[in-house]
């Protein structure tokens, strides 16, 4: 089996790497192959060279998006995407059959990828990627581009970081700014308060449960009821567990399924 890996991050291609050797554990390790490009330059190359199983893509490359290299190449094996974009944009991916993984994925995520393009290529249930779902795809990201704050800086003692919103698990009001809690459970520290803070994220993503916190539904990992028509939420890689104000209940019910 022959893979291709379009990602431009390191740490991503690295856990792309070993999600791949847990799933093919039991399969002889010279039998799956592997290659890697992080640009539309390298992958092209790659692309004109060789032939895949399948391809395992991030949408952002580091000189411009991957569908530009699916413009440029006819792709006939299937392609997982793998990115932080949420899974609203890519409802025209499903229906061609291609699967999907939201960052940040587990294991079981990837496995299931794994295993609808197994089940889909073999009934020949499989429609390679079109020209014109890649445009509306590409008018899509342009748009949640404009509309959303995609990153913030975070001032430290040892100089300034970037913190994506992807990343932002939780954010609690601590007077005129806020703190902020990202996906490997660590702190930092915006200036800003949470009102403004709310004002520029994306709402399919971001819920204020109550006066002073924010979560991203993608880092909710459980949720039971409480007193007075409040709800206790579990959020991964945070021990204490934040609770919806009975007056936001009602709404967060109803986002969760929006």
Known sequence: MNIL?????IPAYQKLQACLKAYFKDTKTSSVQSNWARTIVDGEKLLKENTYDFILSDIQLLDGLSFDLFDKVKIEAPIIFCSAHDAYLFQAFNTNGIAYILKPYSQNDFNKA???YESLFKKGDYNS???NTINALKTALQQENTTYKKRFVIKKTSGI?????????LITASGDFCLVIDNLG??????????????????????????SEIVNIDFIENIEPHFKNR?????KNHKEKVMTSSSTTSGFRKWLES
């Open 114 to 116: 794994i295993n609808k």
């Open 161 to 169: 970081q970037l913190l994506n919103a992807t990343d932002i698990a």
């Open 129 to 131: 990627l079109d020209s």
């Open 231 to 235: 709800l206790l939420i579990s959020i």
């Open 5 to 9: 890996i379009l990602e431009d991050e």
């Open 186 to 211: 660590k702190r930092h520290t915006i200036s800003q308060n949470l009102g403004n803070i709310y004002q520029q994220l994306n709402p399919k993503k971001f819920f204020k449960i109550n006066r």
